[in-house]
């Protein structure tokens, strides 16, 4: 089983945005990245958090993903993109979907894995949470990735 925590943050100003994700098992620390976005909203960039963890998954696993963002442990737990879907990716004003890119990608990872959302208080102390939320804002702030990628992809 593995921990996936992801966290997004977007610029209401400049509208760039930030993604980062932790991934870790009993073993400790598995896997973590960041990267950014130039044009995005915030609730774009929270999916692209968790849609980036799940990709880094190449065999079916057990992931329990930690996300501070409502909108999105609210969407898959309660199976509100399946009405979205089912409409054509329509909301109920007959407005296109917000996301809708973000919520099939996700959505078509979700299916591959054995994923519960969880959704954990945003600055609440939870360690993991709180450097997501760092590293999403920095990689927002700088327009890059933090770190040079040296973890291997989980087998």
Request: with cysteine; charged share 30%; proline share 2%.
């Amino acid at each position: 089983m593995y921990d996936l925590y992801a966290d997004g943050s977007a610029s209401h100003i400049t509208r760039t945005g930030g993604w980062a994700f932790i991934i870790q098992s009993d073993e400790g620390l598995i896997a973590q990245d960041a990267g950014w976005i130039p044009e995005t909203t915030n609730n774009a960039m929270e999916i692209c958090a968790v849609v980036q963890g799940l990709k880094y998954f190449k065999k079916e696993a057990h992931i329990v993903v930690y996300s501070d963002s409502a909108y999105l442990v609210n969407t898959m737990n309660n199976e509100w993109w399946k009405e979205w879907e089912n409409r054509g990716w329509k909301k109920h004003d007959g407005k296109e979907t917000p996301n809708k890119k973000h919520w099939k990608e996700i959505i078509a990872l979700t299916d591959k894995h054995n994923v519960e959302f969880v959704k954990v208080k945003a600055h609440n102390g939870d360690t993991l949470n709180e450097r997501c939320d760092k590293l999403a804002k920095e990689a927002r702030k700088f327009g890059h990735p933090l770190w040079v990628r040296d973890f291997t992809e989980l087998e």
